[in-house]
């Protein structure tokens, strides 16, 4: 990001929010229709945050961390349900029952038990019951990963702000098709809406979670 924008943000925004005690993990939309090469979704970034993701479903399984999946799926005749989004967007069209596009990507699949909010728009939290789910859990930080950064992700840390969650969004692990989008949503994520953090980072915070969770070692 420019200089100049970060220059211009400081002492006005960008106030650091924090994990809090009980994070989930959110992974938004990683489906193949992003990473098969030739597929008009196709983005090269998100194919990265594929491959880096892995690590930190690992970690929050390992953890004892909720880990909850979306995908897009519509289920109307001509894709009614995505309603003026898809008008805008044919190419969201291709999230239907039966297209290999439409499955989830090797590696970050959900695993059993680990819940799985099919959308029809942008955020995980329009149209579903995710935030209830997350506050009846007594859920308080919502850590992020998935695709699109300018799209999926961008709108879910908004709503999950707007929820009442600490919002995290891993860096590593979410991606889009240009960096352009990609960077500039996430200075802006990172300044008005969540912390932006390494993967490196978010592997500390919950391990170090955890550790508070379990206590001082007996003796």
């Not at 994520?189 to 980072?201: Q, R, S």
Request: hydrophobic share 45%; with cysteine.
């Amino acid at each position: 990001m420019d200089p100049a924008a970060s220059e211009n943000y400081r002492g006005v925004w960008g106030n650091r929010i924090g994990f809090g005690r009980a994070p989930a993990l959110l992974v938004i939309d990683f489906m193949k229709a992003y990473t098969e090469a030739g597929a008009p979704l196709y983005a090269p970034g998100v194919v990265r945050a594929v491959a880096e993701t892995p690590r930190l479903l690992a970690a929050a399984r390992r953890h004892g961390v909720p880990v909850i999946h979306t995908n897009i799926l519509y289920h109307a005749p001509g894709c009614a349900d995505g309603g003026v989004w898809v008008r805008k967007s044919p190419v969201m069209t291709a999230m239907v029952a039966g297209n290999p596009l439409a499955e989830f990507c090797d590696g970050v699949e959900p695993v059993a038990g680990e819940p799985v909010f099919t959308k029809q728009y942008a955020s995980a939290f329009f149209g579903t019951s995710l935030a209830p789910m997350l506050h009846a859990q007594g859920i308080d930080t919502v850590v992020l990963a998935g695709c699109s950064t300018s799209g999926c992700i961008r709108a879910s840390a908004v709503d999950a702000v707007q929820h009442g969650f600490r919002t995290i969004v891993v860096r590593d692990c979410v991606g889009d098709r240009h960096e352009a989008p990609h960077e500039a949503n996430l200075f802006d994520i990172d300044a008005k809406y969540g912390d932006v953090v390494t993967l490196d980072e978010a592997l500390e915070a919950l391990a170090r979670i955890q550790a508070a969770r379990a206590g001082p070692p007996s003796v």
